[in-house]
């Protein structure tokens, strides 16, 4: 998803990293968990899987079965993954990673990705939100370059299309010209209005190059 707009929130944490998360419930506070939906669960209660190869992990998201996919290892992708809804995704082992290719929310609900680092994705975003609802974004890395210009590379978290109930937090975000935007067009203005509840914790921005004024909010928590 090309785009004009990208919002670099202008927090910076002292810490040299951000640790790993066990996942907590407790945790999760913001639109995540305050809304009139009900609590971001993604799997809990489903059964749990442990992957380390893409066939495993693509058969893991596929469908809107409650599921708790353990991300084992790197991951050099050359599609990008598409969730279905109640999934958590979550990276073990501190090396677990998506490079070249990242993930598409598209339409479904009750999501949690965690643990994960998202590298080097050229042509799209490292994780798009796109009209969907419930989603916890937590303790992730995002990284690629500035090396090659602002248009080489596209977002790093981009919530767009009327997503709405949405936390992020305790991510890193680094070494990227366009972080997060949330909205992204005035032609969709109709779509997009009421929508937009996201909350930002807790997150960290180093080393970005972004451009442009930030996206068009419904309600922004920071």
Request: one cysteine or more; charged letters at 20%; a negative charge.
């Amino acid at each position: 998803m090309k785009r004009v707009s990208y919002l670099l929130l202008s927090l910076a944490y002292s810490a040299a990293c951000l640790p790993c998360h066990q996942g907590d419930p407790s945790d999760l506070i913001g639109y995540g968990n305050d809304n009139p939906l009900g609590t971001t669960t993604g799997g809990e209660g489903g059964e749990v899987v442990k992957v380390n190869n893409v066939k495993d992990l693509t058969a893991a998201i596929s469908d809107n079965v409650p599921r708790v996919i353990l991300v084992d290892g790197s991951f050099n992708l050359t599609s990008r993954l598409k969730l279905g809804s109640n999934k958590s995704l979550i990276g073990v082992g501190g090396t677990a990673s998506f490079n070249n290719s990242g993930i598409t929310i598209a339409s479904v609900s009750n999501v949690i990705i965690r643990n994960l680092k998202v590298n080097f994705v050229y042509g799209n975003d490292g994780i798009t939100i796109q009209n969907s609802t419930r989603v916890w974004i937590d303790h992730n890395e995002f990284a690629s370059d500035l090396d090659h210009g602002p248009d080489h590379y596209d977002g790093q978290l981009d919530i767009v299309r009327a997503s709405d109930w949405i936390t992020v937090s305790w991510n890193y975000f680094h070494d990227h010209w366009k972080s997060s935007l949330v909205g992204n067009s005035d032609s969709l203005r109709s779509v997009d209005k009421d929508h937009f509840h996201v909350t930002y914790h807790h997150n960290r921005w180093e080393n970005i190059g972004t451009r442009g004024p930030a996206g068009r909010f419904g309600h922004l928590h920071v």
